[in-house]
């Protein structure tokens, strides 16, 4: 409870600070986009590795050295936890672009801060507009952003670590159209801090492994119209490898 409390505090602090942070950051984007891409994902990086301090998260990376460096990519991960994009946002090499659900537009000041990142809100009920984002996405990616989605859609309510949805291929087309890397990240023990103890937040070990990245230039016509299910079947395996 203690943790959770202090949790909501935080980024009620934090949220209220940033009113100031904010317009600072468009003011630098007026001389210097990547500066203000920088100044954005260092200060919600900050904010999301407090948090996970705050809720006990013993996070642990595996296959960190095998990121791309000084490059784009697409980043694909499985998706059980709020706190996915807390722990794994806050980790990323480089200025993130994350896809999300459009709910998230709701929350003014969170928001604010994606749309300062880059990001863009998916609406499962709208193709035409998805289509919009997607192409979005693969001109960002053109440009040099990196971009992390989670093609299950949703998160998986399921007990089971190793039961994850199916990855929309459709996503993908960032990654095919774009030319850039894709990188399977799995994310394991996230659900076992909140959602298992409703409502209540749970210290607990996260662990976080980067799969070898994907060149989609390398794979055949059937590989790359199976691009999805080839990254959920290697996240797949390394989920195996820690509930060994």
């Known amino acids: 409870m203690i943790r959770g409390i202090l949790a909501i505090l935080f980024v009620l602090i934090f949220l209220t600070v940033s009113l100031i942070l904010i317009p600072i950051a468009y003011l630098i984007g007026l001389f210097d986009r990547h500066a203000r891409d920088v100044y954005a994902q260092s200060l919600v990086a900050w904010g999301f590795r407090v948090i996970g301090v705050i809720v006990g998260a013993k996070v642990t990376e595996k296959g960190r050295e095998k990121l791309p460096r000084g490059e784009a990519a697409l980043y694909v991960a499985n998706h059980r936890s709020i706190f996915d994009i807390v722990l794994l946002d806050a980790r990323m090499p480089a200025p993130t672009a994350i896809v999300a659900k459009k709910e998230i537009k709701k929350y003014l000041v969170l928001s604010w801060w994606m749309i300062l990142k880059n990001c863009k809100f998916l609406d499962r009920d709208d193709i035409k507009q998805n289509l919009k984002i997607i192409l979005e996405c693969i001109d960002d990616a053109k440009k040099g952003q990196t971009i992390l989605i989670y093609p299950e859609g949703t998160r998986s309510k399921a007990e089971s670590e190793l039961d994850m949805g199916p990855f929309k291929e459709g996503s993908m087309k960032i990654a095919l159209k774009s030319g850039v890397k894709v990188v399977p990240v799995a994310i394991h023990g996230t659900r076992e801090l909140f959602e298992k103890h409703l409502p209540f937040i749970r210290p607990g070990k996260v662990t976080i492994t980067y799969g070898d990245p994907i060149d989609p230039g390398t794979l055949d016509k ?13 996240i797949l395996e390394m989920l195996k490898e820690e509930n060994k």
Do not use: P
């Not at 059937?222 to 290697?234: A, F, M, N, S």
């Open 222 to 234: 059937e590989q790359q119209k199976h691009l999805g299910e080839i990254c959920r079947e290697r």
